[in-house]
């Protein structure tokens, strides 16, 4: 079984940063592409940043140059430093990777159960 684990959300004021953590375990053998989605209420859910395997990165245009996703392949976690954060960035933030397994090898996509990023004063 694999999972992804996200930490790291919480209250800010706007022009604060946080950093957000999302950590894949259990029974893989490597991982591709991974990423972060928001959903604020309301919304449809929307791609934030994503992260190939060779660190290629893709940004949503509302977050280009405030948001960088990162991720230590050692560690198989991904990260989202978030800076300059607005009150239009309050949202639940899920971790999305693309995961191949040990067993199978089949890939397969896995999501986080998400952490709540509020940006208020």
């Known amino acids: 079984q694999v999972q992804l684990v996200e930490s790291g959300g919480g209250l800010v004021q706007p022009g604060g940063s946080l950093r957000l953590s999302c950590a894949a375990s259990?029974?893989?053998?490597?991982?591709?592409?991974m990423g972060w989605f928001r959903q604020a209420p309301g919304k449809q859910r929307e791609l934030v940043a994503t992260?190939?395997?060779?660190?290629?990165?893709n940004y949503a245009d509302s977050v280009k140059g405030r948001f960088t996703v990162s991720r230590d392949n050692a560690k198989n976690t991904v990260y989202l430093q978030m800076n300059s954060l607005k009150s239009e960035d309050t949202a639940d933030y899920y971790c999305?990777?693309?995961?191949?397994?040990?067993?199978?090898?089949?890939?397969?996509?896995?999501w986080g159960k998400g952490t709540l990023v509020t940006v208020s004063s």
């Open positions: 259990g029974s893989l053998f490597s991982i591709d592409g």
């Open positions: 992260i190939t395997s060779g660190g290629r990165t």
């Open positions: 999305n990777a693309e995961i191949q397994l040990q067993y199978t090898r089949a890939y397969k996509k896995y």
